[in-house]
């Protein structure tokens, strides 16, 4: 099947390729010429595993192109839509800009029969309204909601745990609903769910599960604010819930908190659209979530500042991690490097390393310094302090080889992921997110 994909960011990108590699003709389209210029050369523009191999086997089978013009979507079955929506500057609210752009500048391009699917994650309502002009060039609009999560991208797109198509409840929504299973074909012939919803729906679905996550991830460091006034371990209590099957353990790491281009910007839109809707103390509780969220970085700044006995100007800080997350280079709303500005602010003197996002987090905040090398960055460090649970971290960073690069023995776990006993055992100071 021919297809098109409008914005090639991380989400384009990846379904582009991903559709290109289960046999898929793919074209795919963004307005910046440099991204366009990498991906023809099957570079990929942000770190993802498994990206770079799909990539280059989809350009160079020639099922896979990319271009800046629009009118390359001509002839295309379907058309996927994956552009962004970033929080408004000046609110919560989605900003819907790049859609409205998007599908205004694809439309003219589209033939009747053609299926306009919608993947990017945008307010409940919104395909009520690009319906109609979808309808009026005589095709049919789905909403096909992405679930994607970082660093398992590839996974995701090809093998998801669902599939999820909100169509109108006709003839046309029918058939856009098969096609989609075509599309999609691999995964349906193993028996993924493939839902079918109307566009309500297929809107909250997204919304809702990040809402959910969100929740689980504050709710597990809510109870890591009280364990740390009364002495309990947090990771044992998450270990205990976890073994209810109907809570599961999944989600409930307590530490520094969620970042990313996706948690925090769609609960505050969520809030922010159910008050549109007169529905907002339906969903007050995210904004408390959200607090939590942010008071989690506050207080791995403050235990910083009690490990070095109360002042962290002129000391050396290693912040082992950069990106919000392991196997990405995403550093947007990156508690890891939130944490970094707050103590490079206080006087330390921070240095910052990541397997992948150094470059991303120079671009992003210059006034600190970066060192690529691990052991570089601790060696004569006062305090060693991991935010970004990096297997080369987490993993392979061993007190006993750590003693013998730093100067102090102070070690701050944001992410409760070392054995606090071995690092204690061998002479550290360790500090964790709700631990004693």
């Not at 070095?308 to 082992?320: I, P, Q, S």
Request: charged share 25%; with cysteine; glycine share 10%.
């Amino acid at each position: 099947m021919r297809l098109s994909v409008i914005g090639c960011g991380y989400l384009g990108a990846v379904h582009a390729a991903a559709m290109a590699s289960i046999g898929h003709e793919v074209v795919g389209i963004d307005l910046d010429p440099r991204k366009i210029d990498a991906l023809s050369r099957g570079e990929a523009p942000f770190f993802e595993p498994g990206l770079p191999e799909i990539l280059t086997e989809g350009v160079e089978s020639g099922r896979l192109s990319f271009t800046t013009d629009i009118a390359a979507a001509e002839g295309a079955a379907v058309h996927f839509v994956g552009v962004g929506t970033p929080q408004q500057q000046d609110g919560h609210a989605a900003d819907m800009s790049h859609v409205n752009a998007a599908f205004e500048s694809l439309l003219p391009h589209v033939r009747p029969g053609d299926i306009v699917a919608g993947k990017s994650t945008v307010p409940v309502g919104t395909a009520a309204v690009l319906a109609p002009l979808v309808e009026a060039v005589g095709a049919t609009l789905a909403w096909n909601p992405e679930f994607l999560r970082e660093g398992w991208a590839v996974q995701d797109t090809i093998d998801p745990d669902r599939l999820v198509a909100g169509v109108p409840a006709t003839a046309d929504g029918e058939r856009a609903a098969a096609v989609l299973r075509e599309v999609y074909h691999p995964a349906v012939a193993k028996g993924t769910p493939f839902m079918i919803t109307d566009y309500a729906t297929a809107e909250l679905v997204k919304v809702a599960a990040n809402a959910f996550l969100a929740t689980k991830i504050s709710f597990i460091n809510a109870m890591a604010e009280i364990a740390e006034v009364t002495g309990a371990d947090v990771t044992q209590l998450a270990d205990a819930i976890g073994h209810d099957v109907r809570i599961g353990r999944r989600f409930l790491g307590a530490g520094i908190g969620f970042g990313g281009g996706c948690l925090p910007k769609d609960i505050r839109a969520f809030a922010a659209r159910a008050e549109e809707l007169g529905r907002g103390e339906s969903v007050n509780f995210l904004r408390e979530v959200d607090a939590i969220n942010l008071r989690r970085r506050d207080r791995a700044v403050q235990l910083v500042i009690d490990a070095l006995g109360g002042r962290v100007f002129g000391k050396k800080v290693a912040v082992l991690g950069a990106a919000f997350k392991p196997f990405s280079d995403d550093v947007r709303d990156s508690p890891a490097l939130d944490v970094a500005v707050r103590l490079n602010g206080l006087g330390a003197n921070v240095v910052v390393t990541d397997p992948q996002a150094i470059d991303n987090a120079r671009r992003l905040h210059p006034q600190l310094t970066y060192e690529p090398s691990r052991d570089e960055s601790i060696r004569d460090a006062d305090a060693v302090v991991m935010v970004t649970e990096w297997d080369e971290y987490r993993r392979d960073l061993t007190p006993e080889h750590a003693s013998s690069l730093t100067a102090g023995r102070v070690v701050v776990d944001g992410r409760n992921g070392f054995d606090a006993a071995a690092w204690r055992a061998a002479g550290w100071s360790y500090f964790g997110m709700g631990r004693p």
